[in-house]
Protein backbone atom coordinates (compact mmCIF):
# COMPACT_ATOMS: atom_id res chain seq x y z
CA UNK A 1 0.00 0.00 0.00
CA UNK A 2 2.81 2.20 1.06
CA UNK A 3 4.51 1.85 -2.48
CA UNK A 4 1.46 3.08 -4.12
CA UNK A 5 0.92 5.72 -1.93
CA UNK A 6 3.84 7.85 -2.68
CA UNK A 7 4.45 7.93 -6.50
CA UNK A 8 0.72 8.74 -6.44
CA UNK A 9 0.84 11.56 -4.46
CA UNK A 10 4.44 12.48 -5.96
CA UNK A 11 2.79 12.45 -9.24
CA UNK A 12 -0.07 13.99 -8.30
CA UNK A 13 1.22 17.00 -6.98
CA UNK A 14 3.57 17.41 -9.79
CA UNK A 15 0.36 17.58 -12.17
CA UNK A 16 -1.71 19.79 -9.75
CA UNK A 17 1.22 22.23 -9.71
CA UNK A 18 1.70 22.18 -13.42
CA UNK A 19 -2.29 22.48 -14.34
CA UNK A 20 -2.90 25.66 -11.61
CA UNK A 21 0.65 27.14 -13.20
CA UNK A 22 -0.77 26.69 -16.99
CA UNK A 23 -4.34 27.82 -15.51
CA UNK A 24 -3.00 31.28 -14.55
CA UNK A 25 -0.65 31.42 -17.50
CA UNK A 26 -3.39 30.76 -19.99
CA UNK A 27 -5.68 33.64 -18.32
CA UNK A 28 -3.05 36.26 -18.34
CA UNK A 29 -2.25 35.23 -21.95
CA UNK A 30 -6.13 34.56 -23.55
CA UNK A 31 -7.46 38.20 -23.93
CA UNK A 32 -4.11 38.97 -25.62
CA UNK A 33 -4.47 35.51 -28.22
CA UNK A 34 -8.22 36.68 -28.73
CA UNK A 35 -7.53 40.13 -29.45
CA UNK A 36 -4.56 39.42 -31.73
CA UNK A 37 -7.06 37.42 -33.92
CA UNK A 38 -9.70 40.13 -34.05
CA UNK A 39 -7.11 42.68 -34.75
CA UNK A 40 -6.16 40.58 -37.75
CA UNK A 41 -9.71 40.63 -38.78
CA UNK A 42 -10.14 44.20 -38.82
CA UNK A 43 -6.16 44.35 -40.47
CA UNK A 44 -7.52 42.03 -43.16
CA UNK A 45 -10.39 44.46 -43.66
CA UNK A 46 -8.58 47.25 -44.47
CA UNK A 47 -6.39 45.47 -46.54
CA UNK A 48 -8.97 43.63 -48.60
CA UNK A 49 -11.52 46.74 -49.01
CA UNK A 50 -9.45 49.59 -48.85
CA UNK A 51 -11.02 53.40 -48.48
CA UNK A 52 -14.91 51.33 -47.86
CA UNK A 53 -16.46 52.66 -44.67
CA UNK A 54 -19.43 51.88 -42.18
CA UNK A 55 -17.94 47.91 -42.64
CA UNK A 56 -20.73 45.20 -41.01
CA UNK A 57 -20.30 42.01 -40.44
CA UNK A 58 -23.33 40.03 -42.10
CA UNK A 59 -24.23 36.03 -42.30
CA UNK A 60 -25.43 34.12 -44.73
CA UNK A 61 -25.89 29.79 -45.47
CA UNK A 62 -24.25 27.95 -47.86
CA UNK A 63 -25.10 24.35 -48.35
CA UNK A 64 -26.32 24.68 -44.85
CA UNK A 65 -23.42 26.12 -42.91
CA UNK A 66 -23.45 29.99 -41.76
CA UNK A 67 -20.72 31.78 -42.88
CA UNK A 68 -19.49 35.76 -42.46
CA UNK A 69 -19.43 38.47 -44.96
CA UNK A 70 -18.96 41.92 -44.77
CA UNK A 71 -20.27 44.65 -46.64
CA UNK A 72 -18.84 48.39 -46.64
CA UNK A 73 -19.61 50.90 -48.47
CA UNK A 74 -17.45 53.86 -50.30
CA UNK A 75 -18.51 57.60 -52.16
CA UNK A 76 -17.57 56.87 -56.22
CA UNK A 77 -17.99 59.96 -58.82
CA UNK A 78 -20.78 60.93 -56.04
CA UNK A 79 -22.47 57.70 -56.03
CA UNK A 80 -23.06 54.87 -53.45
CA UNK A 81 -21.52 51.81 -54.22
CA UNK A 82 -21.01 48.64 -52.02
CA UNK A 83 -17.86 46.40 -51.40
CA UNK A 84 -17.70 42.65 -50.04
CA UNK A 85 -15.55 40.79 -48.22
CA UNK A 86 -15.65 37.27 -47.91
CA UNK A 87 -13.47 34.40 -46.49
CA UNK A 88 -12.55 31.41 -49.22
CA UNK A 89 -10.90 28.63 -48.60
CA UNK A 90 -9.07 25.39 -50.64
CA UNK A 91 -6.63 22.78 -49.74
CA UNK A 92 -3.38 23.51 -50.97
CA UNK A 93 -0.25 21.81 -51.01
CA UNK A 94 -0.20 20.69 -47.43
CA UNK A 95 -3.44 21.38 -45.79
CA UNK A 96 -5.95 24.44 -46.47
CA UNK A 97 -5.34 28.22 -47.70
CA UNK A 98 -7.71 30.70 -46.47
CA UNK A 99 -7.63 34.30 -47.36
CA UNK A 100 -10.25 36.86 -47.35
CA UNK A 101 -11.33 38.46 -50.59
CA UNK A 102 -12.88 41.88 -50.89
CA UNK A 103 -14.72 42.84 -54.16
CA UNK A 104 -16.35 45.36 -55.85
CA UNK A 105 -19.95 44.99 -56.61
CA UNK A 106 -18.68 44.84 -60.54
CA UNK A 107 -16.38 41.70 -59.08
CA UNK A 108 -13.46 43.67 -59.51
CA UNK A 109 -11.25 41.91 -56.81
CA UNK A 110 -10.31 44.93 -54.60
CA UNK A 111 -8.10 42.72 -52.51
CA UNK A 112 -7.29 39.65 -50.64
CA UNK A 113 -5.31 39.05 -47.74
CA UNK A 114 -3.71 35.00 -46.80
CA UNK A 115 -5.41 34.71 -43.00
CA UNK A 116 -4.05 31.22 -42.84
CA UNK A 117 -1.44 28.35 -44.58
CA UNK A 118 0.45 26.07 -44.07
CA UNK A 119 2.42 25.71 -47.32
CA UNK A 120 6.38 24.31 -47.81
CA UNK A 121 9.14 26.96 -46.53
CA UNK A 122 10.47 28.31 -49.05
CA UNK A 123 7.75 27.69 -51.92
CA UNK A 124 4.30 27.62 -50.94
CA UNK A 125 4.77 29.73 -47.79
CA UNK A 126 5.92 32.35 -50.08
CA UNK A 127 1.98 33.49 -50.74
CA UNK A 128 3.29 35.97 -47.25
CA UNK A 129 6.67 36.26 -48.55
CA UNK A 130 7.64 40.24 -48.56
CA UNK A 131 10.35 41.40 -50.81
CA UNK A 132 11.97 44.24 -49.05
CA UNK A 133 14.02 46.94 -51.15
CA UNK A 134 16.78 46.59 -48.93
CA UNK A 135 19.51 44.03 -49.03
CA UNK A 136 21.35 42.40 -46.47
CA UNK A 137 24.00 44.96 -46.72
CA UNK A 138 22.12 47.99 -46.69
CA UNK A 139 20.27 46.47 -43.51
CA UNK A 140 24.14 45.91 -41.87
CA UNK A 141 24.64 49.66 -43.27
CA UNK A 142 21.40 50.27 -41.06
CA UNK A 143 19.55 51.41 -43.42
CA UNK A 144 15.95 51.77 -43.11
CA UNK A 145 12.90 50.61 -44.88
CA UNK A 146 10.61 53.31 -46.06
CA UNK A 147 7.38 51.65 -45.57
CA UNK A 148 6.08 48.14 -45.02
CA UNK A 149 5.24 46.68 -48.00
CA UNK A 150 2.24 43.91 -48.75
CA UNK A 151 3.29 40.52 -50.35
CA UNK A 152 4.05 40.89 -54.21
CA UNK A 153 1.56 37.49 -54.51
CA UNK A 154 -1.21 38.96 -53.00
CA UNK A 155 -1.08 42.68 -54.39
CA UNK A 156 -1.14 41.44 -57.93
CA UNK A 157 -4.92 40.04 -57.46
CA UNK A 158 -5.76 43.44 -56.98
CA UNK A 159 -7.90 44.83 -59.94
CA UNK A 160 -8.52 41.18 -61.46
CA UNK A 161 -11.72 40.74 -62.99
CA UNK A 162 -13.06 38.04 -60.44
CA UNK A 163 -16.30 36.88 -63.10
CA UNK A 164 -13.94 36.38 -66.24
CA UNK A 165 -11.44 33.55 -66.34
CA UNK A 166 -8.13 34.23 -63.99
CA UNK A 167 -5.36 32.81 -65.73
CA UNK A 168 -2.19 31.63 -63.90
CA UNK A 169 1.15 31.95 -65.76
CA UNK A 170 4.49 31.68 -64.87
CA UNK A 171 6.25 34.75 -65.39
CA UNK A 172 8.42 34.87 -62.30
CA UNK A 173 7.81 36.79 -59.70
CA UNK A 174 5.20 39.83 -59.96
CA UNK A 175 7.01 43.44 -60.34
CA UNK A 176 6.68 47.20 -61.23
CA UNK A 177 8.16 45.67 -64.95
CA UNK A 178 5.33 43.45 -66.05
CA UNK A 179 2.19 44.20 -63.23
CA UNK A 180 0.48 46.16 -66.27
CA UNK A 181 0.72 43.25 -68.58
CA UNK A 182 -0.27 40.89 -66.30
CA UNK A 183 -3.48 43.20 -65.05
CA UNK A 184 -4.65 43.74 -68.69
CA UNK A 185 -4.79 39.78 -69.40
CA UNK A 186 -6.24 39.19 -66.36
CA UNK A 187 -3.20 37.03 -65.24
CA UNK A 188 -1.83 35.61 -62.06
CA UNK A 189 2.22 34.57 -61.88
CA UNK A 190 2.41 31.62 -59.82
CA UNK A 191 5.17 31.24 -57.43
CA UNK A 192 8.35 29.42 -58.86
CA UNK A 193 7.78 25.96 -58.09
CA UNK A 194 4.69 26.13 -55.83
CA UNK A 195 1.59 26.23 -58.69
CA UNK A 196 -0.31 24.32 -56.10
CA UNK A 197 -0.65 26.94 -54.16
CA UNK A 198 -1.43 29.79 -56.84
CA UNK A 199 -4.45 27.60 -58.43
CA UNK A 200 -5.35 26.92 -54.84
CA UNK A 201 -5.70 30.07 -54.07
CA UNK A 202 -6.95 31.64 -57.58
CA UNK A 203 -9.73 28.57 -57.49
CA UNK A 204 -10.48 29.21 -53.77
CA UNK A 205 -10.99 33.12 -55.18
CA UNK A 206 -13.81 31.88 -57.95
CA UNK A 207 -15.32 29.16 -55.60
CA UNK A 208 -16.11 32.17 -52.45
CA UNK A 209 -17.15 34.29 -55.68
CA UNK A 210 -19.54 31.51 -57.08
CA UNK A 211 -20.96 30.84 -53.06
CA UNK A 212 -21.66 35.18 -52.58
CA UNK A 213 -22.69 35.75 -56.02
CA UNK A 214 -26.72 36.60 -54.66
CA UNK A 215 -25.53 38.88 -52.31
CA UNK A 216 -23.42 41.05 -54.37
CA UNK A 217 -25.89 43.71 -55.81
CA UNK A 218 -24.81 47.00 -58.17
CA UNK A 219 -26.19 49.93 -56.02
CA UNK A 220 -29.31 51.42 -57.83
CA UNK A 221 -29.19 55.37 -59.10
CA UNK A 222 -29.08 57.09 -55.77
CA UNK A 223 -32.66 55.41 -54.65
CA UNK A 224 -32.25 53.72 -51.28
CA UNK A 225 -33.65 50.07 -51.38
CA UNK A 226 -34.64 50.17 -47.50
CA UNK A 227 -36.97 53.66 -48.45
CA UNK A 228 -38.68 51.98 -50.72
CA UNK A 229 -39.59 48.43 -48.91
CA UNK B 1 -16.63 12.54 -53.49
CA UNK B 2 -16.07 11.69 -49.69
CA UNK B 3 -14.40 8.42 -50.95
CA UNK B 4 -11.62 10.40 -53.11
CA UNK B 5 -10.67 12.72 -49.81
CA UNK B 6 -10.35 9.03 -48.15
CA UNK B 7 -7.62 8.12 -50.26
CA UNK B 8 -6.21 11.40 -51.41
CA UNK B 9 -5.30 11.28 -47.42
CA UNK B 10 -3.69 8.23 -47.73
CA UNK B 11 -1.83 8.57 -50.84
CA UNK B 12 -0.27 12.10 -49.56
CA UNK B 13 0.48 10.53 -45.95
CA UNK B 14 2.71 8.20 -47.65
CA UNK B 15 4.45 9.76 -50.88
CA UNK B 16 4.08 13.34 -51.07
CA UNK B 17 4.01 14.42 -47.10
CA UNK B 18 6.08 11.73 -46.13
CA UNK B 19 6.34 12.04 -42.52
CA UNK B 20 10.23 11.49 -42.79
CA UNK B 21 11.36 12.47 -45.94
CA UNK B 22 9.08 15.64 -46.23
CA UNK B 23 8.21 16.63 -43.26
CA UNK B 24 11.30 15.43 -41.12
CA UNK B 25 9.29 13.71 -38.73
CA UNK B 26 10.93 10.86 -36.69
CA UNK B 27 14.38 11.33 -37.88
CA UNK B 28 15.93 10.12 -34.95
CA UNK B 29 14.71 6.29 -34.71
CA UNK B 30 15.06 6.83 -38.76
CA UNK B 31 18.52 6.77 -38.61
CA UNK B 32 19.50 5.31 -35.35
CA UNK B 33 16.97 1.94 -36.40
CA UNK B 34 17.79 1.67 -40.06
CA UNK B 35 21.25 -0.42 -40.31
CA UNK B 36 19.14 -3.58 -40.54
CA UNK B 37 16.46 -5.09 -42.36
CA UNK B 38 14.57 -6.74 -39.73
CA UNK B 39 14.52 -4.50 -37.34
CA UNK B 40 13.34 -2.04 -39.89
CA UNK B 41 11.08 -3.54 -40.48
CA UNK B 42 10.00 -4.51 -36.67
CA UNK B 43 10.25 -0.83 -35.83
CA UNK B 44 8.09 0.18 -38.79
CA UNK B 45 4.98 -2.09 -37.96
CA UNK B 46 5.03 -0.80 -34.25
CA UNK B 47 4.94 2.75 -35.17
CA UNK B 48 2.19 2.27 -37.66
CA UNK B 49 0.06 0.16 -34.95
CA UNK B 50 1.28 3.36 -32.18
CA UNK B 51 0.40 6.15 -34.53
CA UNK B 52 -3.09 4.57 -35.71
CA UNK B 53 -4.28 3.86 -31.89
CA UNK B 54 -2.78 7.67 -30.87
CA UNK B 55 -4.65 8.94 -33.47
CA UNK B 56 -7.75 7.44 -32.36
CA UNK B 57 -7.25 8.23 -28.76
CA UNK B 58 -5.98 11.33 -29.07
CA UNK B 59 -8.80 12.80 -31.51
CA UNK B 60 -11.94 11.29 -29.01
CA UNK B 61 -9.91 13.21 -26.11
CA UNK B 62 -9.70 16.43 -28.23
CA UNK B 63 -13.03 16.28 -29.19
CA UNK B 64 -15.07 15.41 -25.97
CA UNK B 65 -12.75 16.11 -23.24
CA UNK B 66 -10.23 18.93 -23.79
CA UNK B 67 -12.84 21.08 -25.86
CA UNK B 68 -15.90 21.06 -23.95
CA UNK B 69 -14.23 22.36 -20.68
CA UNK B 70 -11.98 25.10 -22.96
CA UNK B 71 -8.84 22.93 -21.89
CA UNK B 72 -7.29 23.09 -25.50
CA UNK B 73 -4.26 24.68 -24.42
CA UNK B 74 -3.46 21.33 -22.64
CA UNK B 75 -3.20 19.51 -25.42
CA UNK B 76 0.80 18.77 -25.71
CA UNK B 77 0.64 17.65 -21.62
CA UNK B 78 -2.35 15.20 -22.73
CA UNK B 79 -1.30 14.10 -26.07
CA UNK B 80 2.21 13.08 -24.58
CA UNK B 81 0.95 11.44 -21.31
CA UNK B 82 -1.50 9.47 -23.60
CA UNK B 83 1.23 8.69 -25.75
CA UNK B 84 3.26 7.04 -22.88
CA UNK B 85 0.49 5.37 -21.56
CA UNK B 86 -0.87 4.04 -25.00
CA UNK B 87 2.87 2.67 -25.52
CA UNK B 88 3.07 0.98 -21.87
CA UNK B 89 -0.56 -0.56 -22.42
CA UNK B 90 0.18 -1.86 -25.71
CA UNK B 91 3.68 -3.71 -23.95
CA UNK B 92 2.09 -5.68 -21.92
CA UNK B 93 -1.13 -6.48 -24.17
CA UNK B 94 1.44 -7.70 -26.59
CA UNK B 95 3.53 -9.83 -24.15
CA UNK B 96 0.51 -11.25 -22.43
CA UNK B 97 -1.10 -12.20 -25.94
CA UNK B 98 1.49 -12.79 -27.92
CA UNK B 99 5.24 -13.69 -27.01
CA UNK B 100 6.42 -13.96 -30.39
CA UNK B 101 5.37 -10.49 -31.59
CA UNK B 102 6.60 -9.43 -28.49
CA UNK B 103 9.50 -10.64 -28.78
CA UNK B 104 9.50 -8.93 -32.10
CA UNK B 105 8.43 -5.58 -31.45
CA UNK B 106 9.07 -5.46 -27.87
CA UNK B 107 12.63 -3.70 -27.75
CA UNK B 108 11.09 -0.68 -29.74
CA UNK B 109 8.24 0.11 -28.47
CA UNK B 110 9.62 1.91 -25.71
CA UNK B 111 11.36 4.21 -28.15
CA UNK B 112 7.96 5.33 -29.90
CA UNK B 113 7.26 8.05 -27.09
CA UNK B 114 9.66 10.13 -27.95
CA UNK B 115 9.40 9.32 -31.70
CA UNK B 116 8.34 13.48 -32.66
CA UNK B 117 6.43 11.64 -35.56
CA UNK B 118 3.66 9.84 -33.17
CA UNK B 119 3.07 13.18 -31.52
CA UNK B 120 3.37 15.17 -34.78
CA UNK B 121 0.28 13.26 -36.42
CA UNK B 122 -1.41 13.43 -32.91
CA UNK B 123 -0.76 17.75 -33.48
CA UNK B 124 -1.17 17.34 -36.86
CA UNK B 125 -4.98 16.04 -36.54
CA UNK B 126 -5.79 18.75 -34.87
CA UNK B 127 -3.97 21.16 -37.16
CA UNK B 128 -5.56 19.96 -40.10
CA UNK B 129 -9.22 20.87 -38.46
CA UNK B 130 -10.35 17.23 -38.87
CA UNK B 131 -12.27 17.85 -35.10
CA UNK B 132 -14.48 19.91 -36.98
CA UNK B 133 -14.76 17.74 -40.35
CA UNK B 134 -17.50 15.48 -41.49
CA UNK B 135 -15.83 11.91 -40.88
CA UNK B 136 -13.20 13.98 -38.52
CA UNK B 137 -12.68 10.47 -36.66
CA UNK B 138 -12.01 8.22 -40.04
CA UNK B 139 -9.58 10.36 -41.32
CA UNK B 140 -7.55 11.00 -38.49
CA UNK B 141 -7.07 7.37 -38.26
CA UNK B 142 -6.33 7.43 -42.02
CA UNK B 143 -3.55 9.77 -41.58
CA UNK B 144 -2.23 7.81 -38.43
CA UNK B 145 -1.80 4.76 -40.33
CA UNK B 146 -0.77 6.61 -43.81
CA UNK B 147 2.10 8.30 -40.88
CA UNK B 148 2.71 5.10 -40.11
CA UNK B 149 3.10 3.41 -43.64
CA UNK B 150 5.26 6.24 -45.22
CA UNK B 151 7.26 6.08 -41.74
CA UNK B 152 7.83 2.43 -42.90
CA UNK B 153 8.38 2.31 -46.46
CA UNK B 154 11.37 4.98 -45.86
CA UNK B 155 12.89 3.14 -42.82
CA UNK B 156 12.87 -0.06 -45.53
CA UNK B 157 14.39 1.73 -48.29
CA UNK B 158 17.25 3.28 -45.90
CA UNK B 159 17.47 0.15 -44.43
CA UNK B 160 18.16 -1.79 -47.96
CA UNK B 161 20.71 1.10 -48.96
CA UNK B 162 22.34 0.96 -45.85
CA UNK B 163 23.06 -2.60 -45.62
CA UNK B 164 24.70 -2.59 -48.77
CA UNK B 165 26.54 0.77 -48.52
CA UNK B 166 28.40 -1.89 -45.43
CA UNK B 167 30.42 -3.26 -48.00
CA UNK B 168 30.99 -0.35 -49.87
CA UNK B 169 33.91 1.82 -49.87
CA UNK B 170 33.63 5.07 -48.27
CA UNK B 171 35.92 7.86 -47.57
CA UNK B 172 36.96 6.89 -43.58
CA UNK B 173 35.36 10.26 -41.94
CA UNK B 174 32.00 9.72 -44.07
CA UNK B 175 31.53 6.46 -42.74
CA UNK B 176 28.60 6.04 -40.15
CA UNK B 177 26.31 9.60 -39.87
CA UNK B 178 27.37 11.85 -42.14
CA UNK B 179 26.83 9.44 -45.18
CA UNK B 180 23.61 8.30 -43.90
CA UNK B 181 22.73 12.05 -43.91
CA UNK B 182 23.39 12.16 -47.57
CA UNK B 183 21.64 9.12 -48.39
CA UNK B 184 18.74 10.14 -46.29
CA UNK B 185 19.04 13.74 -48.95
CA UNK B 186 18.78 11.70 -52.23
CA UNK B 187 16.02 9.81 -51.11
CA UNK B 188 13.77 13.06 -49.81
CA UNK B 189 14.99 14.37 -53.39
CA UNK B 190 13.68 11.13 -55.15
CA UNK B 191 10.43 11.62 -53.21
CA UNK B 192 10.53 15.31 -53.83
CA UNK B 193 8.96 13.47 -57.04
CA UNK B 194 5.82 12.83 -55.47
CA UNK B 195 5.15 16.51 -55.06
CA UNK B 196 4.25 17.26 -58.83
CA UNK B 197 1.49 14.41 -58.22
CA UNK B 198 -2.31 16.38 -58.55
CA UNK B 199 -4.65 14.14 -57.12
CA UNK C 1 36.21 25.47 -12.82
CA UNK C 2 33.92 22.53 -12.75
CA UNK C 3 30.90 24.36 -13.82
CA UNK C 4 32.70 25.91 -16.30
CA UNK C 5 33.58 22.84 -17.72
CA UNK C 6 29.77 21.21 -17.81
CA UNK C 7 28.80 24.58 -19.24
CA UNK C 8 31.08 24.07 -22.88
CA UNK C 9 30.81 20.29 -22.79
CA UNK C 10 27.88 20.70 -24.90
CA UNK C 11 28.72 23.37 -27.39
CA UNK C 12 31.22 20.71 -29.03
CA UNK C 13 33.04 18.06 -27.28
CA UNK C 14 29.59 16.62 -26.42
CA UNK C 15 27.32 18.65 -28.64
CA UNK C 16 23.95 16.94 -28.87
CA UNK C 17 23.36 17.13 -32.57
CA UNK C 18 27.08 16.38 -33.67
CA UNK C 19 28.63 14.08 -31.42
CA UNK C 20 25.61 12.37 -30.13
CA UNK C 21 23.06 12.45 -32.53
CA UNK C 22 19.89 12.90 -30.77
CA UNK C 23 17.16 15.64 -30.94
CA UNK C 24 17.22 15.78 -35.27
CA UNK C 25 13.65 16.31 -36.01
CA UNK C 26 13.67 20.34 -35.71
CA UNK C 27 17.11 20.41 -36.36
CA UNK C 28 15.53 19.84 -39.88
CA UNK C 29 12.27 21.64 -39.72
CA UNK C 30 13.62 25.03 -38.65
CA UNK C 31 16.68 25.38 -40.39
CA UNK C 32 15.01 26.93 -43.32
CA UNK C 33 16.14 30.26 -41.73
CA UNK C 34 18.10 31.63 -39.57
CA UNK C 35 15.27 33.95 -37.77
CA UNK C 36 13.86 30.50 -36.92
CA UNK C 37 16.50 28.62 -35.77
CA UNK C 38 17.34 31.78 -32.91
CA UNK C 39 14.12 31.34 -32.05
CA UNK C 40 14.17 27.23 -31.77
CA UNK C 41 17.72 27.69 -29.63
CA UNK C 42 15.33 30.36 -27.28
CA UNK C 43 12.62 28.17 -26.64
CA UNK C 44 14.33 24.92 -26.02
CA UNK C 45 17.16 26.19 -24.19
CA UNK C 46 14.63 28.31 -21.97
CA UNK C 47 12.74 24.13 -21.45
CA UNK C 48 15.55 22.39 -21.04
CA UNK C 49 16.81 24.71 -18.07
CA UNK C 50 13.53 25.15 -16.30
CA UNK C 51 13.26 21.39 -16.89
CA UNK C 52 16.74 20.75 -15.49
CA UNK C 53 16.09 22.71 -12.35
CA UNK C 54 12.96 21.09 -11.47
CA UNK C 55 14.42 17.71 -11.72
CA UNK C 56 17.63 18.52 -10.01
CA UNK C 57 14.59 19.83 -7.36
CA UNK C 58 12.70 17.13 -7.03
CA UNK C 59 15.27 14.09 -7.07
CA UNK C 60 14.97 13.52 -3.95
CA UNK C 61 11.30 12.86 -3.63
CA UNK C 62 10.80 11.74 -7.02
CA UNK C 63 10.53 7.48 -6.91
CA UNK C 64 12.81 5.68 -9.58
CA UNK C 65 10.23 3.89 -11.09
CA UNK C 66 7.87 6.56 -11.95
CA UNK C 67 10.73 9.37 -12.78
CA UNK C 68 9.91 9.42 -16.52
CA UNK C 69 5.93 10.07 -16.23
CA UNK C 70 7.12 13.11 -13.66
CA UNK C 71 10.05 14.12 -16.31
CA UNK C 72 7.72 14.30 -19.14
CA UNK C 73 4.90 16.40 -16.99
CA UNK C 74 7.63 18.93 -15.62
CA UNK C 75 8.59 19.10 -19.45
CA UNK C 76 5.72 19.29 -21.66
CA UNK C 77 4.47 22.13 -18.36
CA UNK C 78 7.71 24.47 -19.91
CA UNK C 79 6.97 23.42 -23.46
CA UNK C 80 3.13 24.68 -22.82
CA UNK C 81 4.60 28.35 -20.91
CA UNK C 82 6.36 28.55 -24.07
CA UNK C 83 4.04 27.68 -26.41
CA UNK C 84 1.06 30.32 -24.75
CA UNK C 85 3.86 33.04 -24.40
CA UNK C 86 5.27 33.15 -27.76
CA UNK C 87 1.14 32.68 -29.19
CA UNK C 88 0.46 35.64 -27.10
CA UNK C 89 3.77 37.75 -27.61
CA UNK C 90 5.28 36.67 -31.24
CA UNK C 91 2.46 35.33 -33.49
CA UNK C 92 4.70 35.64 -36.48
CA UNK C 93 7.42 33.00 -34.32
CA UNK C 94 4.38 31.17 -33.44
CA UNK C 95 3.44 30.93 -36.73
CA UNK C 96 6.90 29.86 -38.07
CA UNK C 97 7.58 27.43 -35.93
CA UNK C 98 4.46 25.82 -36.35
CA UNK C 99 3.77 21.85 -35.04
CA UNK C 100 7.87 22.02 -34.01
CA UNK C 101 6.84 24.01 -30.99
CA UNK C 102 4.88 21.40 -29.25
CA UNK C 103 7.35 18.96 -30.82
CA UNK C 104 10.18 20.23 -28.23
CA UNK C 105 8.35 17.95 -25.73
CA UNK C 106 9.60 14.82 -27.51
CA UNK C 107 13.01 16.37 -27.92
CA UNK C 108 15.30 13.63 -26.81
CA UNK C 109 17.85 15.66 -25.58
CA UNK C 110 15.82 17.55 -23.02
CA UNK C 111 14.91 14.20 -21.38
CA UNK C 112 18.26 12.63 -21.93
CA UNK C 113 19.45 15.47 -20.02
CA UNK C 114 17.10 15.54 -16.84
CA UNK C 115 17.77 11.20 -16.55
CA UNK C 116 21.30 11.58 -17.28
CA UNK C 117 22.23 14.57 -15.63
CA UNK C 118 19.94 16.67 -13.75
CA UNK C 119 18.70 13.76 -11.63
CA UNK C 120 21.74 13.53 -10.13
CA UNK C 121 23.27 16.60 -9.46
CA UNK C 122 22.78 19.73 -7.96
CA UNK C 123 20.68 22.46 -9.47
CA UNK C 124 23.79 24.65 -9.93
CA UNK C 125 25.76 22.16 -11.96
CA UNK C 126 22.26 21.48 -13.64
CA UNK C 127 22.21 25.18 -14.93
CA UNK C 128 25.05 25.10 -16.41
CA UNK C 129 24.82 21.71 -18.12
CA UNK C 130 21.04 23.15 -19.36
CA UNK C 131 22.58 26.22 -20.32
CA UNK C 132 25.20 24.75 -22.34
CA UNK C 133 23.73 21.71 -23.65
CA UNK C 134 20.66 23.93 -25.49
CA UNK C 135 23.20 26.49 -26.71
CA UNK C 136 25.31 23.28 -27.97
CA UNK C 137 22.09 22.43 -29.57
CA UNK C 138 20.92 25.84 -31.02
CA UNK C 139 24.38 26.97 -32.43
CA UNK C 140 24.52 23.87 -34.61
CA UNK C 141 21.14 25.00 -35.28
CA UNK C 142 22.02 28.36 -36.35
CA UNK C 143 25.16 27.23 -38.49
CA UNK C 144 23.14 24.80 -40.11
CA UNK C 145 20.28 27.66 -41.04
CA UNK C 146 22.59 30.29 -42.02
CA UNK C 147 24.06 28.21 -45.18
CA UNK C 148 20.89 26.76 -46.21
CA UNK C 149 19.32 30.47 -46.05
CA UNK C 150 21.66 32.07 -48.02
CA UNK C 151 22.24 29.00 -50.88
CA UNK C 152 18.42 28.00 -50.83
CA UNK C 153 16.80 31.20 -50.25
CA UNK C 154 19.87 34.01 -50.90
CA UNK C 155 18.72 35.58 -48.02
CA UNK C 156 19.92 36.30 -44.70
CA UNK C 157 17.62 37.05 -41.47
CA UNK C 158 14.82 37.97 -44.02
CA UNK C 159 16.88 40.38 -46.57
CA UNK C 160 18.39 39.80 -49.29
CA UNK C 161 21.76 38.65 -49.37
CA UNK C 162 23.61 39.06 -52.89
CA UNK C 163 21.29 40.88 -55.46
CA UNK C 164 20.11 39.15 -58.60
CA UNK C 165 21.48 35.54 -57.45
CA UNK C 166 19.30 32.37 -57.82
CA UNK C 167 19.09 30.55 -55.02
CA UNK C 168 18.63 26.47 -54.97
CA UNK C 169 15.69 25.94 -53.72
CA UNK C 170 15.93 21.77 -53.00
CA UNK C 171 17.86 23.17 -50.05
CA UNK C 172 15.67 25.10 -47.53
CA UNK C 173 13.49 21.70 -48.48
CA UNK C 174 13.93 18.22 -46.90
CA UNK C 175 16.67 16.51 -48.67
CA UNK C 176 19.17 19.79 -48.31
CA UNK C 177 18.67 19.72 -44.60
CA UNK C 178 19.71 16.39 -44.85
CA UNK C 179 22.73 17.22 -46.98
CA UNK C 180 24.09 19.85 -45.64
CA UNK C 181 23.76 18.42 -41.82
CA UNK C 182 25.51 15.28 -43.74
CA UNK C 183 28.61 17.82 -45.01
CA UNK C 184 28.31 19.16 -41.67
CA UNK C 185 29.20 16.26 -39.92
CA UNK C 186 31.71 15.20 -42.32
CA UNK C 187 33.39 18.42 -41.70
CA UNK C 188 33.30 17.67 -37.65
CA UNK C 189 34.88 14.13 -38.15
CA UNK C 190 37.78 15.62 -40.17
CA UNK C 191 38.43 18.54 -37.74
CA UNK C 192 38.45 15.76 -35.05
CA UNK C 193 40.36 13.11 -36.67
CA UNK C 194 43.23 15.77 -37.31
CA UNK C 195 43.40 16.87 -34.10
CA UNK C 196 44.08 13.16 -32.83
Known sequence: MKNLLKPTIVLGTIALISGITLAALNTITSSRIEALSRDKEQRALAQVLPGYTNIVEKEKSINGKAASYWVGEKQIDGKKQFGYAFIASKSGYSGDVVSMIGVSEKLIIEGIFILQQTETPGLGSRAEEVISDLNFWDFLAGKKEAEKKRPWFQRQFTGLNSAAEMKIVKKGNWTESNKDELLKNNEITAITGATITTSAVKRSIEAAVNDFKDIIKPADDGVDNETIK | MELKIFFTILLSTIFINNYVLSRTLGTCPFLGVSKRLDSAIGMGFAVTFVMTITSFFTYII??????????????????????????????????????????????????????????????????SGFVTAQFGLLKSLLQGFGGGVGFTLALILMAGIRERLELAEIPENLKGMPISFILAGLLSLAFLGFAGMTI | MKLLNEFTKGIWKKNPILVIGIGLCPVLAVTSSVTNALWMMVATTFVLVCSNILVSAVKSITPGHIRIPIFITIIATFVIVVELVLKAYQPEVYKALGIFIPLIVVNCIILGRAEEFASKNTIIPSIADGLGMGLGFGLTLVFLAFFREILGANTLLGYTFIPGMQPATALIMAPGG???????????????????
Open chain 2, 62 to 127: YKFLLIPFNLTYLKTIVFILVIASIVQLVEMIINKSSPALYQALGIFLPLITTNCAVLGVAVLNID
Open chain 3, 178 to 196: FIILGLMLWGMNKINSKNN
